[in-house]
């Protein structure tokens, strides 16, 4: 899978110390292991001049308070609350200046963020999404990716997960409906 780097992102998914470290709040061993693909995928994307986004799940104390149906902290229990450190990015990942950080509320980074601007102002239309976990946020990030005409690329041997059957639904998932799938020894660029 030969990719122009004037037209690609690595859109680096939620590698979040509440799902990355053992002292997170949502911590999955799966996560902690995609760093290491996560950040080598993210060099060789760098170097050949491709962009890189970051996505970071944030979420106010108060979000989800009064709400009729959608409840994310009823779901999975308060995490990635704003301004704590459960919120931050993990420290093993090489996040520089030049390089969006998306702030999301939801599972879908396109949903009511700038990533979809930002894209599009940069020319890009292809995407290689790595990051966590493999089955929620990723999952609908690429989903959305899709539905707005941008070719997303799950790169399967960067993706985190809670149960590795999780991780194999989501990269069938996307293979067979809306999406590609390839390993980081797949993703070449011209």
């Keep these: 899978m030969e990719l122009d780097p004037t037209r690609t992102a690595v859109v680096v998914v939620d590698m979040q110390n509440g799902f990355c470290h053992p002292d997170g709040s949502l911590f999955a061993p799966g996560s902690e292991s995609a760093i290491e693909p996560v950040t080598g995928l993210v060099a060789a994307a760098r170097d050949a001049g491709a962009r890189v986004v970051y996505t970071r799940d944030v979420h106010p104390p108060e979000q989800f308070e009064g709400n009729h149906y959608y409840d994310e902290f009823e779901r999975w229990g308060e995490h990635v ?8 990015l ?31 102002s940069h020319g890009v239309d292809d995407l290689l999404i790595c990051g966590t976990l ?7 990030t690429a989903g959305s990716a899709g539905l707005r005409d941008y070719r997303p690329i799950l790169v399967t041997d960067a993706l985190g997960y809670i149960e590795e059957e999780h991780k194999a639904y989501a990269v069938d998932h996307a293979d067979w409906l809306f999406g590609e799938t390839a390993t980081l020894a797949d993703v070449t660029f011209e």
């Design 81 to 88: 609350v704003e301004g704590t450190w459960d919120a931050a």
């Design 90 to 120: 993990h420290d093993g990942l090489d996040v520089r200046d030049e390089d969006l950080v998306v702030e999301k509320h939801t599972y879908d980074a396109f949903y009511r963020t700038q990533l979809a601007g930002w894209l599009d």
């Design 134 to 140: 493999a089955n929620v946020c990723v999952l609908h």
